[in-house]
């Protein structure tokens, strides 16, 4: 049982990763981003990119990228639709995911390409009895360390406060000064990082690249958060730990011949428990908060 809550911390932590991006715009913009699965693939292939440098620098550098691509995302594709109905806003989204995946087939083609990153971080260690690898205690302490920083950066900087108000009331907080586009750009910069390091770490889990590689962990970001309630963050985080312990106890529990029914049984799982709370563990109707 430790050893399986370990391992459902370490995927729920990636889970959170992907889910906090997501959920930060729209928190503050009510945008479903399904582009940002587009933005792990890029850290994905910027990675394969930078191989060859040291791996503290390559990562910096698919960080900066990341980021990059996502402030382009935002004023290219995103800002002049701001003030559009949440249908266009989705829309805009998905035709952009479509075309950075277009642009990806194109130029790297559909067939998949392996890459050995933080391949020091194979082995497992003995913690309390329990192997646990070294992959894994950089996930989840990485991931702490970012909802740690994000919680005091929301909370202690001036810009924090202002994406905190801005996700209250947006009118509301245009109306007493904030600048919109740089509280949204930032909001776009943030869940960019958290993109480029969540694609770090998959990569590194799977070693596998493909231009649809962002489709199914963005999936699985997109339901931690309407499992753990929309337009919160630490309920983002919730549902992500909670959807990683399904995933994993059904993994190890169910028997051999149900296993391959796993991942029906998990959104079972979360359909059961969205019967008995409609908006998400620790949701609340209309609850917008940061």
């Known amino acids: 049982m430790a050893q399986n809550l370990v391992n459902a911390l370490s995927l729920g932590s990636l889970y959170a990763l992907i889910a906090l991006g997501i959920a930060l715009l729209f928190s503050i913009m009510g945008l479903i981003n399904f582009a940002h699965g587009e933005l792990i693939m890029i850290g994905g292939y910027a990675l394969l990119a930078f191989d060859a440098l040291p791996l503290a620098l390559g990562v910096v550098l698919v960080i900066v990228i990341v ?10 594709a995103f800002r002049s639709v701001r003030q ?34 933080l391949g020091s971080l194979g082995a ?6 329990l192997s646990v690898g070294k992959l894994d205690i950089a ?18 900087t001036p810009l924090g406060v202002q994406m905190r108000a801005a996700a209250e009331d947006f009118k509301m907080a245009r109306a007493l000064g904030v600048r919109a586009d740089r509280v949204v750009a930032a909001a776009f910069g943030v869940s960019g990082a958290f993109a480029a390091i969540a694609a770090v770490f998959l990569v590194a889990r799977t070693g596998t690249l493909t231009p649809s590689m962002g489709l199914t962990p963005v999936l699985s970001g997109f339901v931690a958060i309407v499992l753990g309630g929309l337009g919160r963050l630490w309920a983002a985080a919730l549902g992500a730990y909670v959807l ?3 995933t994993v106890m059904l993994q190890a529990y169910l028997p051999s011949g149900v296993a391959p029914y ?11 428990i969205l019967v008995f709370r409609p908006h998400g563990i620790a949701g609340r109707p209309g609850a917008v908060r940061v």
């Open 84 to 117: 559009a109905s949440g249908e266009t806003l989705l829309m805009t989204s998905f035709a952009l995911s479509l075309f950075i995946q277009g642009a990806a087939l194109l130029f790297e083609g559909a067939d998949p390409k392996s890459v050995d990153v």
């Open 262 to 272: 796993r991942d029906a049984l998990v959104y079972l799982g979360i359909i059961v």
């Open 139 to 156: 996930i989840i302490g990485v991931t702490a360390a970012l909802l740690a920083g994000l919680a005091w950066f929301l909370r202690a």
């Open 67 to 76: 980021v990059a691509c996502a402030l382009g995302m935002e004023r290219i």
């Open 124 to 129: 497992s260690v003995d913690v309390a009895g």
């Open 244 to 246: 990683a312990l399904l």
